[in-house]
């Protein structure tokens, strides 16, 4: 792709200042892997970073388009669980925040979650951790996917109640958290 | 048959409906002939008529008194002279539905026999090729580049993974589209061989625009030989750092979405990459098939097709190049 | 400087004009009032109708940049100058502008002004409807451009085909936006056509019975009905396609029962006749420019007729042939080309006879003609390409491709713009009193006619050589760039044109010739009223003998008396002789059009959200239509004791 010339900073430019965050689509590189995944960066950080991604309505489609792709719904089915926890409910083992389920996902879990950091790239995985969110409900119904096209499991995620988050107390003492 | 690392560019395809290199496409040429001189004449009818009828009127302002003579009784032989028009515009109306009932059937009198079957199933933004065959274990997969044997039908069965597409390859023959939900089936022979150059003709996303398909048309002999080695699995690579290479396919992002057949890499979500190696192009025939061009797309695919569903991969430059080593063992 | 009135002693008019105090009573009854609120509240449908044209020529100039975005990234190979998703966008928006923000609404909004005028009326049947379909066109418009303002443009296509446009692979709000604005203007456009239709059976001069209506009037009729029957059908297609996407329906869902192509049939369903929407208007332009051009009627009126009509249902048995590539049966497929290929018959019908007008007439050359005379060329060659594309065997080779391109602006600017242009440049002295000028309007027009072929004719080319549609860039080694270069030089020829004739409306509104009633000898009856026109159109009604009531001798009785002057008052008559009927009382002045409009706005950009907006957003729309319709006692008792003692 030849560089773009003037006009389209230009143009970018005076539409950026009017961008609707919902409706962009990062079609070019993230950032650089840098410690934005990294759980022990300070919350703010990594909350503000996470928001490109759950206030877009590309990335998480990008992110239901992943947890098909990589068949996380071997093990989570369509976010009803099954030799995985079910995804849609109010429990959350780990942490429901976005550093914890991207920590749950590029770093595994005991009792089965695999490591998929090394494969599945940084801004894929944080796409996934939006929709992971969405399907409880917790993301705002005009950036949440409405239904999919093919046989359906359950309510468009962007038409479910959002669920109130509880924590699930360690049912082995000794588990990590 | 093709040595396409040792390219710099691909060979220039063909894509072109008024060169036809396959039956059906030259039906349909046949057609657009007899078709354009038709309409080339009536074109040129009409124009000469409305300019003599301007040209020999004679001229007026706004205060000359208007002829209302035809508001008292009919003008027969005005009337008469649009009849006459209108029968030869009828006539030539029924001349091009018959042109295009006898297109219509020479088309779909293409004899099949022999044929060789091939599911193309249309993906955002990529072709997926399974070829098929009586005996399962001949059945193979490729992607993006299609080889085909010259003077032997083709049965192409469409099917969409996403959203619609369409398979126009003008030098061989019209368009199908791909919808989703539904199967579609396009028959064609090539008859020339030659390579032919296609590109999805329905709207299909952010980049409809980049995604095209190759149709290598060869000779009989050739295709069987081409389709024998597309059925063999990866081979064990004999150099060390494409061994590595592979290693690293297999330690990063790349088994997530591509398979290598004979490898743990069985993923569809991306093109089969078996044969990589055997192809001209990469990136649904955008892009010749090279180190450099696969170091750039490998590393970030959004800066030469911004949108395609592959991520970026910033891999350590030992590692790129083992990669890449591999990936040329993919033939 | 004057231009003379060249209706000569001869020409037997024999009806009287208006005494000073009755047309001065006439002129306070009909204006609409003063001031903002004023501004807001008016509903005179020439005021109404000035605004809708106004607004839709700015939705055609927006088009129009947006059309030069695209020739200006296409103009190179990989030029980069617009990315994937801005192009999108763009070539989206440059569809849905031009075929749902101006081709159709400014055929409907130039008829709401010319067809009173044009039948001897001195008002549009449902003015108050009048008015809120205008404000809900433009609020639909603008609701549309604001979206593609902050990124939220529709990005699938004007034709937005499923599954592309669907929940999965739209994600978003884009496409909901799109399809909210198809519900905007199919609802003004359907409004237009009831007012149209009842205006044109209900209230023309007696005496023009409907074999002496011009013919302009008949193509807005045969329009207006379509309009009745086509525009449903892409409602229905984008009300499924918004709860497709808001709450998961399975409309064009394959995996749960539905089906791709159902939009395609429901869209082009709509599709196809839209074109015919926006072709046919022109048609009554051409006849009305013609007759007056050339100093006769146009030859073969009833068959005039008739073949209009028999387009508009011909026009209904066409749409597949936009879906030639599924895999509909072939046989079935085949039945859609033969009624493409008929429905060449009764347009060729009305060329031979506009060739056979103007080949037996005295022509009077100015540039309305010269834009007329342009369809003869542009039209003719994008119809018989036309005729290509109706066989399935040629189709499949140039669906989709940039022959298709070529097809379509062939037809939509050679068929409907130029036409629509040479409209202006005739109408412009009685909207405004002035003339355009002559000089600009040749240069308008060549620079138009050249531009266009230069930027049209080589998209054939890219096509038959294998350029897809639809594309934000292409390899160099296609070949394909030096004729892109072309089309982009021809495009901004085409940008020039379009700024002189800005350039000549703008002169001439403030020092243009001064148009009398009549500047061109015309023959029909909005050109026996001042320019521009009284408030309340004619001072005094006439009575109709004839097709061309300012050629031919008036016997008498030449004129309607007894209408007050003091009321909105306007004489109904009957549907085929117009005999007089009935008096009618038209409403006055009123806000709540606009209002209503405004709650309706808030309804529908609300449902794109929440489903529960068609629920709450209801109560507001309910109050302001129903104080809109809430009748006034003293005018009521007025109207009751007119009709006992007229």
Not at chain 1, 26 to 36: C, G, L, N
Not at chain 3, 237 to 244: E, N, R, V
Not at chain 3, 536 to 554: D, K, M
Request: aromatic letters at 12%; one cysteine or more.
């Amino acid at each position: 792709m030849k560089a773009s010339v003037p006009l389209m900073p230009m143009l970018t430019l005076a539409l950026a200042l009017a961008a609707c965050e919902r409706e962009q689509r990062p079609t070019h590189a993230p950032p650089p892997a840098s410690s934005i995944g990294n759980p022990s960066q300070p919350a703010g950080a990594v909350a503000r970073a996470h928001d490109r991604y759950e206030q877009n309505a590309y990335a998480v489609s990008q992110g239901k388009t992943w947890y098909r792709a990589y068949n996380c719904n071997g093990c989570h089915a369509q976010g009803g669980g099954d030799v995985g926890p079910a995804l849609m409910d109010a429990t959350w083992r780990y942490g429901a925040d976005p550093a914890s389920i991207y920590a749950t996902i590029a770093y595994g879990r005991p009792n089965g979650m695999p490591a998929f950091g090394g494969r599945v790239p940084e801004d894929q995985i944080w796409q996934l951790v939006a929709y992971v969110r969405s399907l409880s409900g917790q993301l705002p119904s005009s950036v949440a996917p409405s239904r999919s096209d093919g046989l359906q499991a359950g309510k468009p995620e962007a038409r479910r109640e959002k669920e109130k988050i509880r924590p699930e107390p360690p049912s082995n003492p000794g588990e990590l958290r | 048959m093709n040595a396409a690392m040792s390219s710099n560019e691909p060979a220039a395809a063909m894509q072109d409906a008024l060169r036809a290199a396959g039956t059906q496409a030259q039906h349909i040429g046949a057609l657009w002939n007899g078709t354009l001189v038709l309409c080339t004449l009536v074109f040129v009818a009409i124009v000469v008529a409305t300019i003599v009828a301007v040209w020999r009127a004679p001229r007026a302002d706004a205060a000359t008194r208007p002829d209302t003579t035809s508001l008292e009784g009919p003008e027969h032989r005005i009337w008469r002279r649009v009849g006459w028009a209108t029968g030869a515009a009828v006539a030539g109306l029924l001349v091009l539905l018959a042109g295009d009932v006898f297109t219509s059937r020479a088309l779909a009198r293409l004899p099949l026999r022999d044929a060789v079957n091939i599911e193309l199933v249309g993906h955002q933004w990529w072709w997926e090729a399974r070829y098929r065959d009586g005996d399962p274990s001949h059945e193979f997969t490729t992607a993006n580049e299609l080889t085909i044997p010259v003077g032997r039908p083709v049965i192409v069965t469409l099917r969409a993974n996403d959203v619609i597409h369409s398979l126009w390859v003008p030098s061989l023959s019209g368009k199908k589209d791909l919808i989703p939900g539904r199967t579609a089936t396009l028959r064609l022979r090539a008859d020339r061989a030659g390579t032919y150059r296609g590109q999805c003709a329905e709207f299909c996303g952010l980049e409809h625009a980049l995604m095209a398909l190759l149709v290598h048309a060869v000779p009989p002999a050739d295709y069987e030989a081409w389709a024998a080695r597309q059925r063999q699995p990866a081979s064990e690579p004999a150099d060390p750092v494409a061994r590595h290479g592979r290693d690293v396919f297999l330690g990063t992002s790349c088994v997530m979405c591509h398979t290598v057949s004979g490898t743990p890499a069985q993923a569809r979500t991306g093109p089969d990459l078996t044969h990589l190696a055997s192809r001209q192009t990469i990136a649904a025939g955008m892009f010749p098939n090279n180190r450099g061009y696969l170091a750039g797309w490998i590393g970030d695919p959004q800066a030469l097709k911004p949108g395609v569903n592959m991520p970026a991969n910033t891999l350590p430059p030992d590692d790129l190049q083992a990669l890449l080593a591999y990936l040329e063992t993919l033939r | 400087m004057t231009a003379p009135d060249p209706r000569h002693d001869t020409l037997e008019r024999r009806m009287p004009r208006a005494d000073p105090a009755a047309a001065t009573a006439l002129e306070r009854t009909w204006r609409d009032p003063p001031g903002i609120i004023g501004w807001f509240a008016a509903i005179n449908h020439k005021t109404i109708s000035k605004r809708f044209m106004v607004t839709t020529i700015l939705f055609f100039l927006a088009g129009g940049v947006l059309a030069l975005l695209i020739r200006l990234q296409l103009a190179q190979p990989n030029a980069g100058i617009i990315g994937p998703d801005r192009y999108n966008q763009i070539f989206t928006m440059h569809g849905s502008t031009m075929m749902f923000l101006f081709a159709v609404p400014v055929m409907q909004a130039v008829a709401t002004y010319l067809i009173p005028l044009m039948i001897g009326a001195r008002s549009l049947a449902f003015p108050r409807l009048n008015a809120y379909a205008y404000w809900i066109f433009t609020m639909g418009g603008i609701m549309l451009y604001a979206a593609f303002f902050v990124d939220a443009g529709p990005d699938a296509g004007w034709f937005a085909y499923v599954p592309l446009s669907g929940p999965q692979y739209s994600p978003g709000k884009r496409v909901d936006f799109w399809a909210q604005m198809i519900t905007f203007t199919e609802l003004s456009g359907l409004m237009e056509a009831v007012v149209i239709i009842t205006t044109i059976l209900k209230l023309r001069a007696p005496g023009m019975s409907l074999n002496r209506m011009p013919l302009y009037v008949w193509t807005m009729l045969v329009t207006s009905f379509m309009v009745l029957f086509a525009m449903p059908s892409v409602m229905l297609a984008s009300t499924a396609l918004i709860t497709d996407r808001l709450v998961g329906t399975h409309f064009y869902n394959p995996g749960e029962g539905g089906d791709a192509l159902l939009w395609q049939h429901l869209f082009w369903f709509f599709g196809h006749p839209e074109v015919y929407l926006i072709f046919i208007p022109p048609l009554g332009f051409i006849s009305s420019i013609v007759a007056t051009f050339a100093r006769r009627p146009v030859v073969g009126y009833p068959a005039m007729v008739l073949a209009l009509v028999t387009t508009a249902f011909l026009a209904f048995g066409l749409w597949v042939h936009h879906m030639f590539a599924t895999n509909l049966p072939e046989l079935g497929k085949t039945f859609f080309t033969a009624a493409s290929l008929i429905i060449a018959v009764p347009s060729a019908v009305q060329i031979f006879c506009w060739i056979a007008t103007l080949g037996s007439g005295r022509l009077h050359v100015k540039t309305p003609l010269l834009f007329v005379l342009a369809f003869f060329f542009i039209l003719v060659l994008g119809g018989l390409t036309g005729l290509m594309l109706a066989s399935v065997s040629l189709d499949t080779q140039l669906h989709d491709t940039f022959f298709v391109v070529a097809h379509l602006h062939y037809v939509l600017l050679g068929g409907a713009v130029f036409p629509l242009f040479g409209a202006f440049y005739y109408w412009f002295p009685k909207f405004t009193g002035r003339l355009l000028n002559e000089r600009l309007g040749r240069w308008n027009f060549w620079l138009f006619f050249i531009g266009f072929n230069v930027t049209f004719f080589p998209m054939h080319l890219l096509g038959l050589w294998g350029m897809p549609r639809r594309v934000y860039t292409y390899p160099a080694e296609m070949g394909w760039g030096d004729m892109n270069l072309v089309a982009s030089i021809g495009a901004a020829t085409i940008a020039a044109s379009v700024l002189l004739f800005l350039v000549n409306v703008a002169r001439s509104l403030r020092v243009g010739a001064v148009a009398g009633p009549d500047p061109w000898g015309a023959g029909t009856l909005e050109w026996s009223v001042a320019s521009p026109p009284p408030m309340g159109n004619f001072e005094v009604i006439p009575v109709v003998h004839g097709r061309y009531p300012l050629w031919q001798p008036q016997p008498e009785p030449t004129h309607v008396e007894g209408m007050s002057n003091e009321w909105r008052e306007v004489l109904v008559t009957t549907v085929a002789d117009a005999e007089p009927d009935h008096r009618l009382w038209m409403p006055s002045s009123s806000v709540w059009p606009f209002l209503s409009a405004l709650a309706t706005t808030v309804l529908f950009v609300g449902s794109i959200f929440t489903p529960w907006a068609v629920v709450w957003a209801a109560v507001p729309v309910a109050v302001a239509t129903t104080i809109w319709f809430w009748p006034r006692r003293a005018v009521v008792r007025e109207r009751v004791r007119s009709e006992l003692r007229p």
